[in-house]
Every structure is written in structure tokens, then in C-alpha cells.
């Protein structure tokens, strides 16, 4: 049976109505056998943007557009699946903000439970640390006893451990990915919507479909946001705008 290692790192403030207006989950998803050749990839984008390999990758530390683009070139051309959850706090009612990560992760782990059942494989998750608030316990308890609500099949997940960003090469990768799509909902503009282009054809799909599998936005029960819209009519416009590369 197949494995993959599965990194997850979010973007954003859980803080409702105080904070970001959205909190980001996203998870990349790579073969056990070519993690280690992906992983390094993550060293060949430190050498391009001049930092020091044994220095972390973090997004909001990379200085110029170029830059940014450069790396996302280089994600888009690895066999990589990416899961985004967009969660808009300023849509959620009756969900207190230290419950927002742990409650949301519920549609992460779902899907990339999908995607390995697909595959016939089975996932070694690796979270990154998010300090005290942020424990395998209190996360899988949380999961389990909320597992009528999300469709998680436990049996295809060989562990779950806790890893700080800078230890893990694919965590710093993840963090790029997940950061990009924060930005292009902040800003919402053409010039950092190329992030998410670039991405796309690296995004989780069922049947050739997208949204609601590498990019889901909740709650559920409301419409979309205006920034999320406009990154989907961006994204259907340019379909075939990479092809040809």
C-alpha cells in the first residue's frame, strides 16, 4: 500500500471579528517516496532568493514580487497535491475563537482522507506547532467525537505528529502556499491572484473538479465571500493560460 506524508500549516488570525477576517488550513500532499527529492527542492529555492539553507523559509520574510513568483514556479512543477480550507471568521456565530482551528481541520482531514482513499494509500500527518493551544490529544479527541459531522476514515491515517516549521522542509513549503493564498484574499488583485494560478494545477481535484476539495471555503451555510469569488472567476477566466508553458 502506498504512503504519503502530509504537511499542514495555517495562514491568518483565529480571532473572531478581531482578528484576520480569514484563517487558512492548508495541506500538501507527497509520495513517501519522493519526499525527500521534493524536499529538496525548499534548498534550491533558498539558494535562488539568497538566504541561507539552514535559514527557514517563510513567506512574510521573502522580500519582492519576483521572488514570490519564482517560488511558486517551482511548486507548481512538483508532484504535489495541495488542500485549502478558507475559513471567513467573519461569517462564523457559534464557534469560539480557540475552537476555530481544531473545529475547521475536521473538512482538512476529511479530504485528505479522500484523497488517500483514492489513491489506496495511507498518511503520516505532520502539523506544525501552533505553541500550547495545539496538542495530538486535544486535536484527535476533538476530531473523534465530532466525526458524524466530518466523514474522516481514521483507518487511513498512520499518525499524526507535531513538528516546529523549521525542523521540517515541506512544512516551510506548505506555509508558502497557504501564506500566498492569504495575500491573494487580502489584497485581491490580479498581481497576487498569479500566486493561485500558478498553484491550481496542483490543487486536490475529484472528476475535475476543484472547489470543495483543494479549495473549500466555510462555513458552509453561507455564500462566498466577495474576495473568494473574485479568485474563482480569476482562475475559471485564466484556464488555459499555463497550459502552453
Known sequence: MKEYNVYIDESGDEGIRRGSKYFILTAILV?????????????????????????????????GYPNKMMIMSEIRKLDIKIINIVIDTSQIMFIESNQIYNHFSGYLYERICWFAKSKNAKVNINISSRGENLTKKKLVEFLQTHNEKFRIDYSRINQIKIYPNAQKKLLQLADCCCSALGQALKYNDERHFQYILYLKSNFYSYNGKYLGYGLKYVPGNTKESLEFKKILEYLDNKKSELSSD
Open 31 to 63: 509520495e513517501k517516496s519522493k519526499d525527500l527529492e521534493i524536499s529538496k527542492v525548499v534548498d534550491k529555492i533558498k539558494e535562488n532568493i539568497e538566504i541561507g539553507i539552514k535559514t527557514q523559509l517563510h513567506w512574510n520574510r521573502i522580500k
